[in-house]
């Protein structure tokens, strides 16, 4: 799985969970801010995530992202980590 | 004032001449409460009109489970509510925080505002109080599956508030900004009436200008399914649906579950006229109790029913022989009708008046139940027609009541009975009467 894919389930987890349309979820977009996610949804995502991408990742580390793109970082050096 | 005077039917110079502070105020001094606003998600129909309609017809409405795969069931019938779209009242992230309780009763609830209008008063002095047997109980089974298949890293953070059987009333204040109280009742199958019961007092105390009450249950789920089919509660009718819910017939076998969720706007009867509301009539009774007798069975002698209804007729000033019919918890099972019969025999002496069960129609909506009754009840008393009980063929030897059968009959406005009796003997009754005129 690479970051385009990713980036796909990061798309396809954030339009089914904030109920936002898919063309919103951009690299720079933030969760809080630009798509609305609270903590809730935030908590939501991280399970996604981690169900589509195949990999664990601790919950404090998922508190740390703000945009999608910090999301994809993490997610990569999850995977990259797991791999190892 | 005395509600004698709108049940008569005095000329209009025969009637004695109030001032408006009044009218306002009832027999024992407290605020008068209106109903302004009705909204229904029911199996008999998703607006008013139709489900009354339907009520009217007396078509029953059970059919076979769709919602689940219920073939594993001794039970397969059901009345769903139909054709019921949660997003045509809510986005898509809001209606995945809901469970299937709160989306039939924030869309119920809804529709009751914008059938009452604009109410008057202070967001602090508007409240909410919500019923249901189980709340969101529905997605604790599910999310069970959820841990034991995938570990407690897969239980949602949405578990505990989708269960909580306050969220349909949070949801409601979040969307219409209302700030005073906000709570659930629990009285399993009273819920309802109990909501609606107390909804009146916070109005008749003074501590609230406008409550929107009801009750929502998701009821129709495996899990309840499987319990109740377990205690021998459900009509076995598998193979005909339509003739599966029959109160207080002879040959009536159990209830057929039902869902939904019923919401009515009750305001202060003097600032519903002072802003031309339409008024389908008030809340003047009220009363509740306990059997202390059982988990699930009702007190067999009625007592605890019998004191109830006693209680709301005389909370509404009122004497038995004022109440025009009876919208009866009549729930098709054994032991509730025997009791709910020798229970208003108790309270009648000379005899009860013409009854009814809409359960024959659209089964029993369990915490949802009492708020759809009480919309039937208060329609019908104000159109001073009593709905026939569907499926009511054979009367049953061991009681004689004036079971309204075939066709509505016309009995003229005069106030109803709504009664609801729910596990844990727990009972509501309320009373509600045609509003006289302006």
């Given at each position: 799985m690479n970051r385009d894919d990713i980036f796909k389930a990061t798309v396809e987890a954030c339009s089914e969970i904030?109920?936002?349309?898919?063309?919103?979820?951009?690299?720079?977009?933030?969760?809080?801010?630009?798509?609305?996610?609270d903590s809730l949804d935030l908590a939501e995502l991280a399970m996604a995530l981690e169900d589509r991408i195949g990999v664990s990742v601790p919950e404090q580390d998922f508190k740390?992202?703000?945009?999608v793109s910090d999301t994809l970082d993490l997610l990569e050096q999850h995977l990259a980590a797991a791999r190892s | 004032m005395s509600h004698s005077t709108q049940q008569g039917s005095p000329t209009e110079d025969q009637r004695p001449t109030r001032d408006p502070e009044s009218l306002a105020?009832?027999?024992?001094g407290r605020w008068r409460v209106a109903i302004t606003g009705m909204g229904v998600k029911t199996p008999a129909g998703c607006d008013l009109k139709t489900m009354y309609e339907t009520m009217l017809n007396a078509t029953p409405v059970t059919a076979?489970?769709?919602?689940?795969?219920?073939?594993?069931?001794p039970v397969r019938i059901a009345c769903e509510v139909r054709d019921f779209d949660p997003l045509a009242y809510v986005d898509r992230r809001i209606s995945r925080r809901m469970d299937r309780v709160s989306q039939l009763g924030f869309a119920a609830a809804m529709d009751a505002v914008g059938d009452a209008g604009s109410p008057a008063g202070e967001s602090a002095r508007r409240a909410v109080i919500v019923g249901t047997g189980?709340?969101?109980?529905p997605t604790m089974g599910d999310q069970a599956i959820a841990f034991e298949r995938?570990?407690?890293?897969?239980?949602?953070?949405?578990l505990v508030p989708m269960l909580m059987p306050n969220a349909t009333g949070a949801f409601v204040a979040m969307e219409l900004g209302w700030t005073g109280p906000n709570y659930a009742v629990g009285s399993a199958c009273a819920s309802g009436t109990t909501a609606l019961g107390e909804a009146a007092r916070l109005i008749r105390h003074g501590q609230c200008d406008v409550v929107l009450a009801g009750g929502a249950e998701n009821s129709v789920n495996v899990y309840a399914m499987a319990s109740f089919c377990r205690s021998g509660?459900?009509?076995?009718?598998n193979d005909d649906p339509a003739g599966?819910?029959?109160?207080?017939?002879?040959?009536r076998d159990g209830y057929v579950m039902g869902e939904g969720a019923t919401f009515l706007v009750l305001e202060r009867l003097d600032q519903a006229l002072a802003r031309d509301a339409r008024i389908?009539?008030?809340?003047v009774g009220y009363a509740l109790n306990s059997d202390a007798h059982h988990l699930t069975a009702p007190?067999?002698?009625g007592s605890g029913a019998a004191a109830c209804m006693r209680a709301a007729i005389t909370d509404a000033g009122l004497?038995?022989?004022?109440?025009?019919h009876v919208n009866a918890h009549?729930?098709?099972t054994d032991l509730n009708d025997a009791m709910e019969a020798r229970a208003l025999h108790g309270v009648f002496p000379t005899g009860p008046p013409p009854v009814t069960s809409v359960k024959g129609v659209f089964g029993h909506l369990m915490g949802a139940a009492g708020a759809a009754e009480a919309a039937i009840a208060m329609l019908s008393a104000t159109n001073g027609v009593v709905p026939p009980t569907a499926n009511h063929e054979r009367g049953d030897e061991d009681f004689t009541l004036d079971v309204v059968v075939d066709a509505p009959q016309p009995i003229g406005p005069q106030p109803v009975m709504s009664n609801s009796f729910g596990f844990g003997g727990h009972n509501a009754c309320l009373v509600l009467s045609p509003f006289a005129g302006r």
């Open positions: 904030l109920g936002v349309s898919e063309d919103t979820v951009t690299h720079d977009a933030v969760l809080r801010d630009d798509l609305d996610a740390q992202v703000a945009t | 105020r009832d027999h024992e076979p489970i769709t919602l689940f795969d219920a073939s594993d069931l189980t709340g969101g109980a995938n570990g407690a890293n897969r239980v949602s953070a949405l509660a459900l009509s076995t009718r599966a819910s029959r109160p207080f017939d002879a040959d389908y009539g008030e809340v007190r067999p002698d004497t038995p022989e004022c109440i025009g009549g729930t098709g």
